[in-house]
């Protein structure tokens, strides 16, 4: 049994900057396939950007070059530096992880980034 736990969100300016962290326990770290998946109230969860186990990273068109995922398995967490900053960025937050081996998916609870001035 994976456990995931998100931190990190807050409120900050557009144009501003945030760092994410979702810290793994429970299970084998270093063979989670990771994502970061974002919602606002009435959407549907969309997939902001993921990393495999070797490394190898995607992004959603609207955060390319914007936002950077990495992983850091001595530390079993995995990051989402968000930079530039859109109020169109305002949800909340949710990691993902899946075994490479599993189908088997283990949700974060979220944390909400709000991007207002």
């Known amino acids: 049994q994976v456990q995931l736990v998100e931190s990190g969100g807050g409120l900050v300016q557009p144009g501003g900057s945030l760092r994410l962290s979702c810290a793994a326990s429970?299970?084998?770290?270093?063979?989670?396939?990771l994502a970061w998946y974002r919602q606002v109230p009435g959407k549907q969860r969309e997939l902001v950007a993921g990393?495999?186990?070797?490394?190898?990273?995607n992004y959603a068109d609207s955060v390319k070059g914007r936002f950077t995922i990495s992983r850091n398995n001595a530390e079993n967490t995995v990051y989402l530096q968000m930079n530039s900053l859109k109020p169109e960025d305002t949800a909340a937050y949710y990691c993902k992880g899946r075994p490479t081996f599993s189908s088997r998916e283990y949700w974060g609870q979220g944390t909400q980034v709000t991007v207002s001035s």
């Open positions: 429970g299970g084998v770290f270093s063979i989670l396939v």
């Open positions: 990393i495999s186990p070797g490394g190898n990273t």
